[in-house]
């Protein structure tokens, strides 16, 4: 659309002095008239707001020009009538246009982000095109050109890692205690035999249905003190293997299985979300920061599982532990891909537009030795089992599919002038997206764990294989984590067992994805499917990653 005709600086002074708003269903409206005599010359500008993109709708509304009457008082009447009541009809034109949903007249200006996801060229992003799978169909070839993979990334130097998390790095030591296989240590306590050592902790506070699990933790501390040379300590643990991603790829049902194992203890709850959230002061995404936790927070959420490991002191005064080949474990799957904080605490480290550090690069400064294990499932069905579970409301297939297509253009925008890595990476672009399409391009973020730990130390699990061959999987990750067998009713309890956390029976009412979404979206996935595949010397990754062509004939119609 003209600049002229939307930009608030160039309309007249009268029409910035008269103009009015009105509130409706999280819209703001703002009607402007000119305010002079030549109202019936002028169309009336309605500016439609709904973050994080300006809806400018420009809508002539014609009338006759009034009568003149003898009377100027007369006139003067039936001019103001005219006025208001072209405002009313304006007013409901819009209103029907949001209510309805018939957008397919209003043009769209630049978004908030427009200086790294608006495009140029015929990909320019419009509401008109949004639905339209001819276009779609360009914006994923223009993403597919566009798609590099490189492995030149540089890795942060140990010092520049201290420096930016110098309390961290001086709580955890460089070296374990040697006759715990977990990694372990023993950290002096100052507090008194009266002082709560959770009184602080903020997930203490904010998790209310952790509470009664912290009570227990504060009955049984003092037994697990132990004293020496006239000082007290406390055993402290961090975990010997994380699950670390991703959403809606059976993370929770892997957890759940592994706890049944006897040599296997998790953090006192699934998901602490430390590494990526926490310790920046995220609590829940949409409120922004808060005091961030300190690591001696996190810490604790292992305590009942260190306990565990140390036995009664009482019963064992050589302070050897009772069980030292008990394993911790760790399930945020946040942990592989969220990295979005990066931008408010390290953004003045010139980067090209790339987080300087990672996640993975302060977890193998502290724990060189550290497993992984990452389950992945198809990114397609992913991305819609993702929407459904997070989604609020007015979930449907169509709603699915506009929301798709938003987020790939947006992508498709931010590769114009940015790299990979950087878009991935990017918190603007992320925040932006209405689906979280980067979730699902694995590869990205399995070569950026791979630059700094081996591939011994991560186990890549995909959901079908363990949805189709429950007993094979979890013996594969028993092997990885060095674990014993297990008992004959554990075993029958491991097999028996349903899957968790599976699809809500209302969100299986709402049905598949439209075949159009489907279509597009693996061919959009396909170039990160088949690097992911190549990378693990494994074709099981493809997810069928040849669909039918995207042909050079524009139709508009998707193939069935």
């Known amino acids: ?7 608030p600086e160039l309309w007249p002074a009268a029409a910035r002095q008269h103009s009015r708003t009105i509130t409706r269903m999280d819209y703001k409206y703002t009607l402007l008239d000119s305010g002079g005599d030549d109202y019936c010359k002028r ?16 809508l002539q509304v014609k009338r ?3 009568r003149r009457w003898s009377a100027p008082g007369c006139f003067r009447k039936v001019r103001l009538c ?4 072209g405002m009313a009809v304006t007013f409901v034109i819009m209103a029907s246009y949001i209510l309805t949903g018939d957008r397919k007249d209003l043009l769209l200006t630049p978004s908030p982000y427009h200086h790294l996801v608006n495009p140029p060229g015929p990909f320019a992003f419009n509401l008109s095109s949004v639905k339209d799978y001819a276009h779609l169909q360009l914006v994923v070839k223009s993403i ?22 110098q309390h961290m790095f001086s709580v955890i030591p460089r070296q374990f205690l040697p006759a715990f296989r977990n990694p372990c240590w023993y950290e002096e306590y100052s507090g008194n035999a009266t002082s709560d050592p959770y009184g602080a902790n903020s997930y203490a506070r904010y998790a209310r249905s952790f509470r009664a699990v912290f009570q227990h933790l504060r009955s049984t501390f003092p037994k697990h003190l132990s004293s020496r040379d006239g000082k007290r300590y406390r055993i402290r643990c961090l975990p010997y293997f994380y699950i ?21 203890k998790f953090s006192t709850f699934k998901e602490p979300h430390w590494w990526t959230r926490k310790r920046f002061g995220i609590i829940r995404l949409s409120e922004g920061f808060h005091n961030r936790y300190p690591v001696e927070d996190y810490l604790d959420l292992f305590d009942q599982a260190a306990h565990l490991i140390q036995g009664s002191l009482a019963a064992n005064d050589s302070g050897t532990p009772s069980q030292p080949d008990i394993i911790v474990g760790e399930a945020s799957a946040s942990t592989m891909w969220d990295n979005n904080a990066w931008v408010y605490f390290y953004g003045n480290v010139t980067t090209g537009g790339e987080p300087p550090f990672l996640i993975q690069d302060f977890v193998h400064a502290l724990q060189p030795d550290a497993r992984f294990i990452v389950m992945l499932r198809d990114p397609v069905e992913r991305l819609y089992s993702d929407y459904l579970y997070f989604g609020i409301a007015n979930k449907s297939a169509e709603d699915f599919h506009e929301k798709v297509s938003e987020s790939l253009q947006l992508l498709d925008g931010c590769l114009v002038d ?10 603007s672009v992320n925040n932006a997206m209405p689906v979280r399409l980067q979730v699902g391009l694995y590869v990205v973020y399995l070569l950026d764990w791979l630059s700094v730990f081996g591939p011994e130390h991560i186990l890549v699990l995909r959901l079908e294989d363990h949805a189709s061959n429950r007993k094979y999987t979890m013996h594969t990750v028993f092997r990885f984590l060095g674990l014993g067998p297990l008992s004959q009713p554990i075993e029958s309890e491991l097999n028996r067992s349903p899957a968790s956390n599976s699809r809500r029976p209302a969100d299986k009412n709402l049905g598949p994805m439209l075949p159009a979404t489907q279509h597009v979206l693996r ?22 990653s040849q669909p039918r062509p995207l042909t050079p004939d524009i139709h508009s119609e998707p193939p069935e």
């Open 418 to 427: 940015y790299t990979l890595r950087s878009c991935v990476y990017n918190t």
């Open 64 to 66: 006759e020009l009034p």
């Open 144 to 165: 597919a050109s566009k798609v590099e993979f490189r492995g030149d990334r540089q890795l942060p130097e140990l010092k520049a890692l201290v420096d930016s998390e």
């Open 43 to 58: 169309p009336l500008l309605l500016q439609v707001d709904q973050a994080p993109m300006n809806l400018f709708a420009v």
């Open 82 to 85: 005219g006025v208001l009541l």
């Open 244 to 264: 670390i991603g991703q959403p809606k790829c059976g993370t929770t049902d892997l957890y759940d299985r592994l706890r049944l194992h006897p040599g296997v």
């Open 523 to 544: 061919h959009f996935y396909a170039p990160f499917n088949r690097k992911l595949a190549q990378v693990l010397h494994n074709d099981a990754f493809l997810w069928d």
């Open 1 to 7: 659309m003209d600049s002229q005709r939307t930009s």
